[in-house]
């Protein structure tokens, strides 16, 4: 019993620390630009399936290698897609749910795609440390350690990153006041698309991270994005803080409904807890108005 | 638009689509997909309604749908009440699982809007999936295999014959329309648009939001729910499958063909989206690859959508001609 409840508490925190990394992606874009996307569980199949082209390719065995590779590749991918589809719907009036639309449609042109490309059937990664400590009948992976660790590694980087560099010092000022940042000459427009190429990069990073545990499908992203989602809206769309707390919550929250009522239930406890929430405050745990 | 002109609009799409069965009546195949363009039609109206003009991004249209359509055949089958009385009732309760969610997206905004009512969506199919869904009578899994087909007054509408049936919803469609448009020129569709475009303004002049969301909700979901019965009455079968991400996509393509917001355009756009969705079938796996890429370039080319485009163009000619 209580071994049991240890593996469900471990398991809590090791997709909780995942799901963290991807709503602080979701909840930047939507903090510094408004604009919701869509396409976000896509991006993160992209991040498994880009592993997985590089290590059918025979050098790259290294998981090191292929953060290297994969991560200026989305980075790229994600600043290009800004310029062209996002960038230029947000003239007009109605461009929140111009934006929602195309990145749906984007979603399902990658996922298609995908299924094409790669086939329907599951991928799967190596893993990325074998092994696992063992102590009598309590069991603990260390690919689970270090997927935790490098989650919570690229949350603290991204922290860093807003906090002490001036691209990042720039994201936060738009967030906090897209005119004045404007007044002050932060090129707005660059900062949109920065951050939505540097929550491609999380997000796929993530999918990198959770596709050794649970394969790539093709369709695999849309539980991502509802989960990445319900985290954002959770802990209050725009904060990071928040966000942090509700992912490991949330993942808290699946690991023992799963355990006890089975995954059916999981989606269902999530929405009727995060209904509550919003019930309560509207605003979600710690989120603004505005 | 004005409404006059969107009233003429109407009939004239109305009368074109009614003369249609004289050139395709004998072959079942283009009839059933006229049905199926009538069906979207009004369910795409809807969520342009609720969309477009009061500005509320629900995303749970597809589920009131399929709570109509599940609601509508549990009762006939239950109850051994007529189809076309279940069908109404199906509408009273997707009416009220509409207002149970509006509640909780009164306080809510943009964004949030969209997660509760996408939550509803997703709920759903393991709900009716599971324990619950199958003691009310959804079939599990399985889901529903015969229904009843629709009678009315002894005569029944069967699927091999679907030119009776595709006039009933014709009829069905015609006045979903009509009430819509009635709704948009009414102190209601005054009272969306206000409370879309200046919320805190439309309430200090005494337009109460809690009364006209709810509302919106109420009559949206109660006209999908009861086209979702009529489409369970004509396919007389039913699953979950309903519920992925294909069927929410058309819908969402009709919506950008048709323009958001540009109320004839949710009809026009579903019989074009059914039409191209058809065509593109050979295409196999390539289809939903070119309806994303297809959303894609027209969000960005046409954002408001044929409609837009053809009023943008009969507006600057009337505005050349007034220079002249």
Same mark, same amino acid.
């Given at each position: 019993m209580l071994i049991e409840i240890m593996d469900v508490i471990i398991s809590g925190l090791i997709n909780g620390s995942v799901y963290a990394l991807m709503a602080v992606g979701l909840t930047l874009i939507y903090g510094v630009s408004k604009a919701f996307n869509f396409a976000y569980g896509s991006f993160y199949s992209m991040g498994g399936y880009i592993a997985f082209l590089l290590f059918g390719v025979a050098y790259f065995k290294n998981y090191l290698v292929v953060f290297c590779l994969a991560a200026p590749v989305l980075l790229v991918f994600g600043f290009f897609i800004e310029k062209l589809l996002v960038a230029p719907l947000r003239k007009r009036d109605d461009w929140e749910i111009k934006v929602m639309m195309i990145t749906l449609g984007l979603a399902l042109f990658l996922d298609n795609s995908y299924q094409v490309v790669f086939g329907a059937r599951m991928k799967s990664l190596p893993s990325i440390l074998e092994g696992a400590f063992e102590v009598g009948d309590f069991i603990l992976s260390y690919q689970d350690v270090v997927i935790f660790v490098l989650s919570i590694g690229g949350i603290l980087l991204f922290r860093w990153f807003l906090n002490n560099t001036r691209t990042g010092m720039s994201v936060r000022a738009v967030a906090q006041n897209p005119a004045g940042a404007q007044i002050v000459g932060i090129p707005k427009e660059f900062v949109f698309a920065a951050t939505f190429a540097i929550s491609t990069v999380m997000v796929g990073m993530g999918g990198i991270l959770l596709a050794q545990k649970y394969f790539v499908t093709p369709g695999g992203g849309w539980n991502i994005l509802i989960k990445a989602w319900v985290i954002t809206a959770f802990g209050g769309m725009g904060s990071i803080k928040g966000g942090l707390y509700a992912a490991f919550i949330v993942g808290m929250l699946e690991a023992f409904v799963g355990w006890q009522f089975g995954m059916n239930w999981t989606l269902i406890a999530l929405f009727a807890v995060l209904l509550t929430t919003l019930a309560i405050r509207p605003q979600g745990l710690m989120g603004k108005w505005g | 638009m004005e409404h006059k002109r969107i009233a003429k609009l109407l009939a004239v799409i109305w009368s074109i689509v009614a003369v249609l069965p004289l050139f395709f009546g004998s072959t079942n195949f283009i009839m059933h997909i006229l049905i199926m363009c009538l069906i979207w039609s009004v369910v795409a109206s809807c969520w342009d309604l609720i969309m477009g003009f009061a500005g509320i991004f629900s995303f749970g249209q597809v589920a009131f749908f399929v709570i109509g359509a599940y609601a509508s055949a549990i009762i006939t089958a239950k109850f051994g009440i007529p189809p076309i009385f279940a069908v109404f009732l199906a509408g009273v309760i997707a009416a009220g699982i509409g207002i149970l969610v509006g509640l909780p997206c009164l306080k809510l905004k943009g964004a949030y809007i969209a997660l509760v009512t996408f939550a509803v969506h997703m709920i759903l199919e393991p709900v009716l999936k599971g324990g619950i869904g199958r003691a009310i009578g959804? +079939? +599990?899994?399985? +889901?529903?295999?015969t229904i009843q087909p629709m009678n009315i007054f002894g005569y029944t509408f069967t699927s091999s014959e679907p030119v009776p049936y595709f006039y009933l919803m014709l009829f069905v469609a015609v006045i979903c329309s009509g009430i819509i448009l009635a709704v948009i020129k009414s102190h209601w569709g005054t009272a969306f648009l206000a409370l879309k475009d200046a919320e805190e303004f439309a309430s200090c002049l005494g337009v109460s939001a809690f009364k006209y969301k709810l509302m919106v909700f109420a009559l949206t979901s109660f006209l999908t729910g009861v086209i979702g019965g009529f489409y369970a009455h004509y396919v007389g079968m039913l699953s979950t499958r309903m519920l992925g991400i294909d069927l929410f996509v058309t819908l969402m393509v009709i919506l950008v063909i048709g323009g958001v917001g540009k109320f004839p355009g949710a009809i026009i756009g579903a019989f074009i989206t059914i039409a191209i969705n058809e065509m593109l079938s050979p295409l196999g796996s390539f289809r939903p690859i070119t309806l994303g890429a297809m959303v894609v370039i027209l969000v960005l080319?046409?954002?408001?959508g044929i409609v837009g485009m053809f009023e943008k163009i009969f507006l600057k000619k009337k505005k050349v001609r007034s220079l002249n």
């Open positions: - | 959804t +079939g +599990g899994s399985r +889901g529903i295999l080319l046409l954002p408001d």
